[in-house]
């Protein structure tokens, strides 16, 4: 037989146990994934990302891929501006058309990384590099600090690069570089 105290200690212990927060572990087993049939999304006239989720509005969301260089279209984190995760989307194939590509804009323009086809020149000096470079997006020049973590080859052949402001240029193969141009980047890598 218990004694009253030890019923009422027993009893706060499942209370506090029931009301302590789950582990970010057991939160990820927990995703929500959207769907087709749980999920509208629908761009706004400023050109932001909502989405309503089970009649649940969220407005002004992002896209976050969790492979960005090398598969943009699985594995789609759904977040509010505060970073909460709204759900999550296997695959942008299970969504229409229409969808598939209003979803694949936004994620262009997160990870927006300019594809570098010549590299005119790198001039190092002081710890950085100074790059000018023919880029999908145009000729830009932009500066790389020295050091490890700025250049960074992502398969074997597709290097990385991140200029001081945080803009992100790609070689998708570095074997396409002539000579030249390889020993340039090199002694950045």
Known sequence: MTSPHTASAIE???EAKAAKPTSDLSDAANIK???PSNTVFTKTDGQMLNVKVDGEEHKAVYVHC???HTDRSIYLSV?????????MIRSLDD???ETAALLGEQVLIRYFAP????VVRVKEEFGYAYWE???TAGLCRFTVRGGGGNTKLITAA???ITDVDGNRFVIPDLGSLTDKEYRMVEMCM
């Open 12 to 14: 706060a212990g499942q």
């Open 33 to 35: 994934y959207l769907t």
């Open 66 to 68: 969790s492979f960005p």
């Open 79 to 87: 977040r509010t501006i505060d970073n909460k995760e709204i759900g």
């Open 95 to 97: 969504f229409p058309a």
């Open 115 to 118: 594809e570098i086809t010549r």
């Open 133 to 135: 470079a023919e880029t």
């Open 158 to 160: 597709r290097l990385l």
